[in-house]
Every structure is written in C-alpha cells, then in structure tokens.
C-alpha cells in the first residue's frame, strides 16, 4: 500500500460536507444542474466587491519590482502593519505589525498556531458542534482533539468546558460567528469562558491558549453587538480569512494576530514565522498580501446573505422545522424532525436537496443549511423541505 495507514483510515472516514458535495455533483449529472438544490457548502456566493477589481487591476498596470519574490515567512510589512491598524481600531486593543502573522487562509492561521503550541499529546478543546477540520488540524500537529458539549443555545457549556480541562490542555479553539450554527456567543458566556482559562491555567500551572476563529467576524446581522472572544481572555490568538467577508475563499489568504497582552507573545510569533515556513506554505500569497492591504475596510454586501438568512429561517419556521435564528455567518442549523439526521438528509436528497447531516459537525439530531446560494436555488430547496415537512406532519 503506497499511502499511510493513519491517511487511508482518515480518507475512509471523509467529511460528511465533501461527501454531501459530491453526491450533489453526481446527482447535477443524473437531473441537471437546474433540478438539484445543493446547499452542502460554505462557498461564498457573491462576488469580491469591486473594490478588490480596482486594486487588482492597478497592481495589474503597476505591479512593484519584486512583487512575486520571496518576502519575510511573516508576510509583508506594509500588509501586517495595515491589518494590525484595522484590528486595533476594531477591538481598541494595541495590536502593532509584531503581533500579525499574515497566513494561507484561517485554516492556515489555525494550522500554524497549533503547531507552534502543540507537543505530541497535548489536548486541544474544540466545542461541539464544530467546524469538522478542527479535527484533522490538531491530529496534524500530534495534538488530541477532546469535544466539549455546548449549552441548548449552542452556547458555551461553562461547566462542561471547566471539567473537560486537564494537565495536558493546551489549547481551546473558539469560532463566532459560529460555523455550523450561526449563533454568535455572548458577552457573558465569553467572559465566564475567559474566567474558566484562567482558573484552569492557575491550576494546571501553564497557559492555556484560546485560539479565536473568526472567518465570519463580519458577516453578523441585525446591528447587532458581536462581542470578541479577545476581550475576555489576554491568553490569545485570533486566526483568520478574508474568504467569506471579501469572497476570497480560492486565494487563500488569512492572518494569525497574537493578543498584545498575551504572555510570551513575541515568542509565540516568532513561532508562528517559523511554522508557516516549514509547513511548506513559506509566506501568504504576494498577489493577494498587496491587495488586502488596501481592502481592510471592504466587504461582500452583508445585507444580501440577511435577506437570505430571513428567507430560509421564516420558510422554515413557518412549515414547522425548529430553528434558532441565525446571527451571523451563512448557515442555518435546524433540529432533524427524525432523531437519526442522517436518515432525514437521505428523505432530502429524494426531494433533491442537499444537506449535511448534523453528525459531521459532531451533533447528531440536527442538520446544517449553507444559504450561501443562488436566490433560485434556496427557493427550489425551500419547496423540497415543505413536502418533506408535509410528509412529517410538521406545522
Ligand atoms: C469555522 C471555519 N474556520 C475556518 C475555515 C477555513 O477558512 P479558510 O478558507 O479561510 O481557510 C472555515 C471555512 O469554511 C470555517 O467555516
């Protein structure tokens, strides 16, 4: 056998979203593309806004001697010194050029901090339901994943966190707006969270790093306040993209900031350099560094993915599904009607709808919705919930 054990196994047991993917490929062959309502995957739907044309086609006309070279593994200057300006003013906390790690995308950022802070054993609390590669990620850099179970809100389960900790955890990694649920923890769970990490590193006698995954941090509805897991605990990373707010998610590009007030922050910087270049990504793609540099302000039109929000989550209700109201990213989470969820995305996938089945993000009995469509397909996907809501009497 040519591949590892360990990668066959983990191949075997592939994420339930690319599996939903693919059969919504295979089943586009079998109906065509106009009679299959595949809302399986987080990809932005919208275009870049044109902001991000206008500086690609100036770099185009003008770009720099040496822009495609090798750069520092931490990115450009000017690009970290423009992120950090941004963050600063977003969350008045004091983040300068020497806290930003520019990255391969959020899951790079996630990539790079977990193996600067991970010796092999070392457990990384992850809160269910959760973004599946969380997974994978920890087992990449030899760390255990330990889930950890939230409230009925998919709120933080404060108690469950606190006992959940051991002498060998390491880290926690936090993700509001949450993927798969939409829901956005609140100010006093995340300050209870951040008094949790400090009783726990007290007790255990080394730091526990919270790792905030934040690639929906600007995709938040309503006005509303989105408190930021930062504020609550100085032991800190936020590991992000400009995937979903400025549609970039082929380009790859992310950055990892390291709280100001974190212990030890410089060392764990200098780490995070070290990582991104021997992981094999080097640096953070030239093109794309020049580009946000000047974007920080921009975004995919927010109110759009609303408008698609408020449409499924008032369709859904009204036939009689449970569901919170998503507050920010581009899901919907429902409960199952049937206890077995991954049974039910099967009577979808009759109607032609694609779903994932709430056990791929580690909670059976729900089932996760990317509204992140076409308009045209939420509505086609909306008739096939309605017949199957009908044929379970729901409502
Ligand atoms: C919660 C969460 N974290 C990380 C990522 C990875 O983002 P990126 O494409 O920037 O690597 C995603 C992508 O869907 C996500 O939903």
Redesign the pocket.
């Known amino acids: 056998m040519p591949i590892s054990a360990k990668v066959r196994q983990a191949m075997q047991s592939q994420s339930w979203i690319r599996q939903m993917f693919e059969l919504g490929i295979a089943l586009k062959k079998q109906y065509g593309d106009e009679n299959v309502y595949d809302l399986s995957l987080?990809n932005p739907i919208l275009e870049p806004p044109a902001a991000f044309q206008a500086e690609l086609k100036k770099l185009a006309e003008h770009p720099g001697k040496g822009t495609h070279r090798y750069m520092p593994n931490a990115g450009y200057l000017e690009t970290r010194q423009a992120v950090a300006t941004h963050i600063a003013t977003d969350t008045s906390l004091s983040f300068t050029d020497a806290h930003i790690v520019m990255t391969v995308?959020?899951?790079?950022a996630?990539n790079v901090t977990l193996k600067a802070l991970l010796d092999p054993g070392d457990e990384v609390l992850v809160l269910a339901p959760f973004?599946p590669?969380y997974m994978a990620y920890a087992d990449n850099h030899g760390g255990l994943a330990r889930i950890v179970k939230t409230d009925e809100s998919f709120q933080p389960d404060l108690e469950a966190l606190e006992k959940a900790i051991t002498p060998r955890t390491k880290a926690l990694i936090v993700?509001s707006p949450n993927?798969p649920t939409g829901v956005i923890y609140t100010d006093e769970k995340l300050r209870g969270l951040g008094q949790v990490l400090a009783r726990a590193q007290t007790r255990i006698g080394h730091p526990v790093y919270m790792i905030s995954?934040e690639?929906y941090a600007n995709l938040v509805y309503d006005s509303q306040p989105f408190p930021r897991p930062v504020h609550y605990y100085e032991t800190s990373i936020i590991a992000t993209?400009y995937?979903k707010d400025l549609s970039l998610?082929g380009e790859?590009i992310?950055y990892v900031a390291v709280h100001p007030s974190c212990p030890d922050a410089q060392e764990l910087v200098n780490a995070c350099i070290y990582t991104n270049r021997v992981l094999g990504f080097v640096n953070a793609p030239a093109l794309m560094q020049h580009l946000v540099r000047a974007l920080q302000d921009s975004h995919v039109d927010v109110a759009w993915y609303q408008r698609q929000r408020d449409t499924v989550y008032n369709a859904l209700k009204k036939m009689g599904y449970t569901l919170a109201k998503p507050q920010g990213a581009f899901y919907a989470f429902p409960r199952s009607p049937i206890p077995d969820d991954v049974a039910f995305v099967q009577e979808l996938l009759r109607e032609r709808v694609i779903v994932t089945p709430g056990t791929g993000f580690g909670a059976p009995g729900y089932f996760r919705i990317s509204y992140s469509v076409e308009e045209r397909v939420l509505n086609g996907a909306l008739e096939g919930f309605a017949r199957v809501a009908k044929a379970h009497k729901l409502g």
Do not use: H, L, V
């Not at 995308?105 to 790079?108: K, L, N, S």
């Open positions: 987080g995308g959020a899951g790079g996630i973004f590669e993700n993927n995954d690639p993209s995937s998610a790859r992310g």
